[in-house]
């Protein structure tokens, strides 16, 4: 069964300094697909960073990018030159790519706090 | 651009009570799927819906239950709710064959007395 562990259930960074948040899955899908969402105290969940698991080169998105090692099955969030807004809770998702196409079912992980400290 | 919105924003219900809640998905969207996130948790999967049809479905009892209009605009509904079922209930709109990218809605809070 697919499963997502993330180990870090709080963190804290200065501002302006790089942090990582860890993630590490479980599938015996060839296909797969990676997210990470942030979910601030409104409770939207916010779209930050997508890998497919054939893409070559880990994926980045300003601050935001994905330190992709696919054997050890893991998936960290690396963000650069934190800002205060970026206090939120932060979870790493999967989605199985079938051959009918992309579905709506993600599998999420518990989440890791992120709080910046000015 | 208009992006997910769901209603009501919150509510409180008593034990064996039904509730409904409402979602419209993004512009251009036709596929929402519903979850649940209890608090402090990641949020689970309910189901999918695309073209007014149940697509694909979590472990969740048959108590919970949706539907979908030509609008594209999907409820779900909660029968005889249980303080279990107290929870954040978001609803992600996505567009069938696209890139697979999820939006989501704010959420409906919900807590069962």
């Known amino acids: 069964a697919q499963k997502i562990t993330q180990t870090q259930p709080g963190m804290f960074v200065q501002e302006k300094e790089a942090v990582t948040l860890d993630c590490t899955y479980d599938?015996?899908?060839?296909?797969?697909?990676l997210f990470w969402y942030k979910q601030p105290s409104s409770g939207e969940m916010i779209f930050l960073i997508y890998q497919g698991s054939y893409d070559q080169q880990n994926a980045t998105e300003g601050r935001y990018s994905l330190n992709f090692q696919k054997a050890r099955k893991s998936a960290n969030l690396v963000i650069s030159a934190s800002q205060l807004g970026d206090s939120a809770m932060y979870f790493c998702a999967m989605r199985e790519i079938s051959s009918s196409g992309n579905t709506g079912k993600l599998i999420f992980g518990q989440g890791t706090t992120l709080q910046v400290k000015p | 651009d208009a992006g997910v919105t769901q209603s009501p924003t919150h509510l409180i219900k008593t034990r064996g009570q039904q509730v409904t809640l409402r979602c419209s998905p993004k512009s251009g969207h036709d596929t929402v799927s519903w979850y649940q996130q209890a608090l402090g948790q990641g949020p689970q999967f309910i189901f999918q819906y695309y073209e007014e049809e149940e697509r694909q479905r979590g472990n969740f009892p048959d108590r919970f239950s949706g539907h979908q209009f030509p609008n594209y605009s999907s409820e779900l509904n909660v029968n005889a709710l249980l303080l279990g079922d107290s929870a954040l209930y978001l609803c992600?709109?996505?567009?069938?064959?696209?890139?697979?990218?999820?939006?989501f809605g704010e959420g409906s809070r919900l807590t069962v007395l």
């Open positions: 992600a709109s996505s567009l069938a064959g696209g890139t697979g990218e999820l939006f």
């Open positions: 599938t015996s899908d060839p296909s797969y697909g």
